[in-house]
């Protein structure tokens, strides 16, 4: 399986944007999906994750801005932030948990940068 992110780009603080993770798999088989960021000079950290039954779990830094969806029919997890802020700038990865379900499949990562 792979994955591909996109959407990532500059906005100024208080806009949106959304970003995608196309899957080369169905994702309706993953164990579970999310995304993570990682800010210049500081460790990858989670952003939400949901799993298969659903439950979703997001980073208290995000919760009542940024939603997770997904398409299951275009095997696509989205992003959507909203409210942007300038310590939301990172990049983004998207991952995954697809069969046999061993290990995690990472995407190559969105630049996001949130000005003033």
């Known amino acids: 399986v792979q994955l591909q992110a996109s959407g990532g780009g500059l906005v100024e603080a208080g806009g949106s944007l959304r970003l995608s993770c196309a899957a080369s798999?169905?994702?309706?088989?993953?164990?579970?999906m999310g995304w993570y960021r990682q800010a210049p000079g500081k460790q990858r950290e989670l952003v939400v994750l949901?799993?298969?039954?659903?439950?979703?779990e997001y980073a208290d830094y995000v919760k009542g801005r940024f939603t997770i969806s997904s398409d299951n029919a275009k095997n696509t997890l989205y992003l959507q932030m909203n409210n942007l802020e300038i310590e939301d700038t990172a990049v983004y990865y998207c991952?995954?948990?697809?069969?046999?379900?061993?290990?995690?499949?990472w995407g190559q990562g969105t630049l996001v940068t949130v000005s003033s």
């Open positions: 991952a995954a948990r697809p069969p046999p379900y061993s290990t995690d499949v």
């Open positions: 798999g169905d994702i309706f088989t993953f164990a579970r």
């Open positions: 949901r799993q298969h039954s659903g439950f979703t």
